[in-house]
T-cell receptor, first 111, second 112 residues
């Protein structure tokens, strides 16, 4: 059975801190790994990663995938209170279009 | 707004009621999904539709009945639900396998 494990499950930091969120996976036929940010209800897309070692970057957020060790990290530098959210990791397979999600990391950034 | 619209945003229903959740997208996506999000649990896939044909039913109880009349609309019909069915129900759409999902804002369902 496909499995996605995120750590930590919750994290509280101060504004300006740098955080690293982790996602490990066990998937039969890996196609892609995706990161989403969920603030109130609708998760919003952050990154899709398909190749190892290629960093994707968007402003203060960046992410990288290691297909050999089966994990990905999401880094957020100079955190702001607006970064407070649940960060979801999901993995897609080559067969079908479903995504398998992890439990999420609840990030709280205090002023 | 994400381009995927779900209604209603909140729903309270009794265990003997029948209600429906609606999802609509005009993004030109061909795949639509229902997910259930409960507290402290990963998003659980319920149903997948590709070009309005159901391609996955993830062992969902029959008290949840999906309907996809066309590629832009997806419904989830609810009847005789249980309190443990209370959750956030998220609809998503995607343009095929190689793309990420676009999610709706969800329907917060409470079964009393």
């Amino acid at each position: 059975e496909d499995k996605v494990v995120q750590s930590p499950l919750s994290l509280v930091v101060h504004e300006g801190d740098t955080v690293t969120l982790n996602c490990s996976y066990e998937v039969t036929n890996f196609r892609s790994l995706l990161w989403y940010k969920q603030e109130k209800k609708a998760p919003t897309f952050l990154f899709m990663l398909t190749s190892s070692g290629i960093e994707k970057k968007s402003g203060r957020l960046s992410s990288i995938l290691d297909k050999k060790e089966l994990f990905s990290i999401l880094n957020i530098t100079a955190t702001q209170t607006g970064d407070s959210a649940i960060y979801l990791c999901a993995v897609g397979e080559t067969s079908g279009s479903r995504l398998t999600f992890g439990e999420g990391t609840q990030l709280t950034v205090n002023p | 707004e994400t381009g995927v619209t779900q209604t209603p945003r909140h729903l309270v229903m009794g265990m003997t009621n029948k209600k429906s959740l609606k999802c609509e997208q005009h993004l030109g996506h061909n795949a639509m999904y229902w997910y259930k999000q409960s507290a402290k649990k990963p998003l659980e896939l319920m149903f997948v539709y590709n070009f309005k044909e159901q391609t996955e039913n993830n062992s969902v109880p029959s008290r949840f009945s999906p309907e996809c009349p066309n590629s832009s609309h997806l419904f989830l019909h609810l009847h005789t639900l249980q309190p443990e069915d209370s959750a956030l129900y998220l609809c998503a759409s995607a343009l095929g396998r190689a793309h990420g999902y676009t999610f709706g804002s969800g329907t917060r369902l409470t079964v009393v």
